[in-house]
């Protein structure tokens, strides 16, 4: 099935309620190793800090891997979708400038997951920035850069 079908199916149903937390993923485009180069991971972390800002949601805890990221959120306001439309088309815009490329960063769709209010928040926010780690990038925890989380 071509991804443009996955992608609107991953829609359908898709609701978001205030106050509720959700874990977020978004994938580069063809799975393109963009953030090996820490320094085009810190503009997503800045989009993620702009959302913050603007109150439309707290990041509880976040990764930015080589080739996607997970993001740990409570929103407060607007949608899911519009929330993730800016981080990624405000991400792609300054990646794009900083690296000379062009065109698309991101895969169409993100995945979410809404947590239910009995889930251990501090074990998911671990497992969440443990993920370099896993991935064999870091040896010790603390060596990856590209993460944050209230709680550690």
Known sequence: MPARSASHRLRIGRWAEPNRIYLL?????????VFRDYGLGRIVIHQFRAIEKCGIADSLA???????????????RGSLGQ????VKS???????????????????????R???????LVKLARYVVANPLRAGLVKRFGDYPLWDAIWV
């Open 83 to 86: 929330l993730m439309c800016q």
């Open 114 to 120: 809404a947590l239910r209010r009995e889930e251990n």
């Open 25 to 33: 993923t978004a994938n580069t485009l063809e799975r393109e190793p």
């Open 62 to 76: 976040f990764v930015v891997m080589p080739d996607h990221f997970h993001w740990l959120i409570q929103l407060h």
């Open 90 to 112: 405000l991400s792609v815009r300054g990646v794009n400038e900083k690296s000379g490329r062009t065109g698309s960063l991101w895969q169409q769709g993100y995945h979410d």
